[in-house]
T-cell receptor
Framework: SQKIEQNSEALNIQEGKTATLTCNYT??????LQWYRQDPGRGPVFLLL?????KEKRKERLKVTFDTTLKQSLFHITASQPADSATYLC???????????FGGGTRLMVKP | GAVVSQHPSRVICKSGTSVKIECRSL??????MFWYRQFPKQSLMLMAT?????????EQGVEKDKFLINHASLTLSTLTVTSAHPEDSSFYIC?????????????FGDGTRLSIL
């Protein structure tokens, strides 16, 4: 069955460092993948979409990579700030139905 | 930007009560709306997908008679939890997609925390 795995353990980093979050998927090949940010008690907010023919996508301090061979997407936040602290969700579509399936999310804590 | 408003943000009610949650797209027309359920420290689980003017498509294991969805217009979808019980307590989140293209991002409401006593 299709699986999406994100590191369930919180990632703690120091302000100013680069945070790298991992999303691995198995048993299927999504044509694209979306990343969302979710703050406690709030709904997710869309950040970036990367397509299978794109190796890398950037938006301000955010960078997403998509390695279809490794079946992995990496989400980077450079020059991290305490305000970046949140849970980050990866969401590839499920087959031809294109319904998004959300990973369990990784909680990022940026300490000043 | 695309804004989705979800109301109410929190509901506390007695077992057996039916609860209605509204999801509105404020500045765009939503061809498709989605309803999710999220337990603490877990991911969003899709409950159903609704398209304006047609019946909702429910995910496996979701009781359609328990969770009634109405998508009466391009800007409003409602989820009614009928005869709610304590096990229905959860965080319910709606989202809306502005275009029919599946790759379009979803815009989420801020969720409804439902507590059944």
């Amino acid at each position: 069955s299709q699986k999406i795995e994100q590191n369930s353990e919180a990632l703690n980093i120091q302000e100013g460092k680069t945070a790298t979050l991992t999303c691995n998927y198995t048993n299927y090949s999504p044509a694209y993948l979306q990343w969302y940010r979710q703050d406690p008690g709030r709904g997710p907010v869309f950040l970036l979409l990367i397509r299978e023919n794109e190796k890398e996508k950037r938006k301000e301090r955010l960078k997403v990579t998509f390695d279809t061979t490794l079946k992995q997407s990496l989400f980077h936040i450079t020059a991290s700030q305490p305000a970046d602290s949140a849970t980050y969700l990866c969401a590839p579509p499920v087959d031809a139905g294109n319904m998004l399936t959300f990973g369990g999310g990784t909680r990022l804590m940026v300490k000043p | 930007g695309a804004v989705v408003s979800q109301h109410p943000s929190r509901v506390i009610c007695k077992s057996g009560t039916s609860v209605k949650i509204e999801c509105r797209s404020l500045d765009f027309q939503a061809t498709t709306m989605f309803w999710y359920r999220q337990f603490p420290k877990q991911s969003l689980m899709l409950m159903a997908t609704s398209n304006e003017g047609s019946k909702a498509t429910y995910e496996q294991g979701v009781e359609k008679d328990k969770f009634l969805i109405n998508h009466a217009s391009l800007t409003l979808s409602t989820l009614t939890v009928t005869s709610a019980h304590p096990e229905d307590s959860s965080f319910y989140i709606c989202s809306a997609r502005a275009h029919s293209a599946n790759r379009e991002p979803q815009h989420f409401g801020d969720g409804t925390r439902l507590s059944i006593l």
